[in-house]
């Protein structure tokens, strides 16, 4: 499946998740602090199960929100000059931190984040990180990593998953 027509990506403990979710007319980050079920809707989905080789296809496929590490939205900026402008602005309100995922992820994120954002205790529980780094996924001698792996690196955004946040330190 091919990234470029893909709308989200979802990132759990055990699962890289690819497909649409129908979110009405919100951003995927608004969508995710404003839904009350447990479960998303994942719709044409492809996953990829970290601790096995196969890819997965389903056209229905539902995901405990509570879950998910973090999300992604596919998106085309390039033609709103006045989104662009609004976005550069608020990356000086942004500092970079080192965040770690609870037990028994393997995961941890660098990136710019509102320290706002880590340190309230209300609000919203899912939040955007700029420039992320993603490490914890280990190639094997001789093996590449699957696309899906791939495609987290080139992300200039995330949307974490605040209960998933185990510890974190800023970067001076």
Do not use: C
Request: glycine share 6%; no cysteine.
């Amino acid at each position: 499946m091919d990234v470029a027509i893909v709308n989200h990506l979802f990132l759990t403990q055990r699962f890289l998740v690819k497909g649409t979710v129908r979110t009405g007319e919100l951003r995927l980050s608004s969508f995710l602090n404003t839904v009350r079920r447990p479960w998303l809707a994942v719709e044409d989905a492809t996953f990829l199960e970290f601790d096995r080789p196969d890819r997965g296809v389903a056209k229905h496929l539902s995901l405990r929100l509570s879950d998910v590490l973090l999300a992604h939205e596919y998106l085309d900026l390039s033609g709103d000059p006045l989104r662009k402008s609004l976005a550069q602005s608020e990356r000086d309100d942004f500092s970079s931190f080192s965040i770690h995922f609870r037990a028994p992820s393997r995961f941890e994120l660098i990136g710019r984040i509102r320290r706002e954002a880590l340190e309230s205790g209300q609000g919203d529980e899912f939040f955007v990180v700029l420039d992320p780094l993603l490490r914890g996924f280990e190639e094997k001698d001789g093996e590449q990593a699957p696309d899906e792996v791939k495609a987290l690196k080139g992300l200039n955004y995330a949307i974490l998953n605040r209960a998933q946040v185990h510890a974190y330190f800023p970067y001076e």
